[in-house]
């Protein structure tokens, strides 16, 4: 049986807080999954180097699994902030069981099904094939497919469309479960305040309406940004050390 409560102001202040707990305890998870997937793929690389085949498909799976994993947490994050974020107190009773299964099949429907798209399992089978066909396409795939899989990233927009910030830069980032797109919470809640709630996302030819009840900080997005910051970091220190040498 659905668990039902009354609604009032405490309710939605709980489930804000909710949200926001949730989504903070999931972001150190989500970033130890994607560095053991690192790892994993380093490790599958020396496999495929001495033709352990099976050991290597063994890695493969396991990747997969933990790659739903991760994209299991950010949905259930993601459907969390949303609810809260709709959430109306009110005198009938609500059923905060149907409600948050609704935001959880409206968040699957925008989300590919098929894990093995994600970015990182194509990375790592990138690095796998690459062991011994480096520079040729994967089955199934195109020479376009092989160069953009090494950048590929959840991060659609790496600047804010509204403040022309680097998303690396952003006080309080958010992201559209609609189009996936990026932005600066305050700027554009305002923006969508201007619209009525309901205004079409800013980023140029992007056709889809954004709701402010859709705009969450999924833990996802958290450290994605942090290891944009450290490749940042990273091209800098590279890029001062070549200067320096010539």
């Known amino acids: 049986m659905a668990s039902t409560s009354r609604g009032g102001g405490g309710a939605a202040a709980r489930l804000q807080n909710a949200a926001t707990a949730f989504s903070s305890d999931s972001q150190p ?9 690192v790892m994993m793929k380093e490790i599958a690389v020396q496999l495929e180097k001495d033709n352990l085949s099976d050991k290597v498909k063994d890695m493969e799976d396991a990747v997969i699994e933990l790659v739903g994993l991760s994209e299991l947490s950010v ?12 959430y109306q107190p009110g005198e009938q009773f609500t059923n905060f069981n149907k409600l948050f299964e609704d935001e959880i099949s409206k968040f699957k429907a925008n989300r590919s099904s098929d894990l093995s ?5 194509r990375q790592f089978k990138e690095a796998v094939w690459n062991v011994h066909h480096a520079g040729q396409p994967m089955p199934g795939e195109e020479q376009e497919d092989i160069v953009m899989t090494s950048t ?10 509204l403040t022309g910030k680097p998303v690396t830069e952003l006080a309080e980032p958010v992201r559209s479960m609609e189009c996936r797109h990026i932005y600066e919470k305050k700027v554009i809640m305002q923006y969508l305040k201007s619209k009525q709630q309901r205004g079409q996302c800013p980023i140029s030819g992007c056709p889809k309406i954004l709701q402010a009840d859709k705009l969450v900080q ?15 970091k990273e091209t800098d220190v590279e890029d001062y050390t070549m200067l320096n040498e010539d």
Do not use: G, H
Not at 75 to 86: E, G, L, P, T, Y
Not at 218 to 232: A, Q, S, Y
């Open 29 to 37: 998870i989500i970033a130890d999954i994607r560095k053991t997937v």
């Open 75 to 86: 949905q259930f994050s993601s459907s969390v902030q949303a609810f809260a974020n709709r």
């Open 117 to 121: 798209k994600n970015p990182l399992v």
């Open 152 to 161: 590929q990233s959840n991060i659609l927009n790496i600047t804010c469309p």
């Open 218 to 232: 999924d833990p996802l997005l958290v450290v994605e940004i942090d290891e944009m910051r450290k490749m940042n």
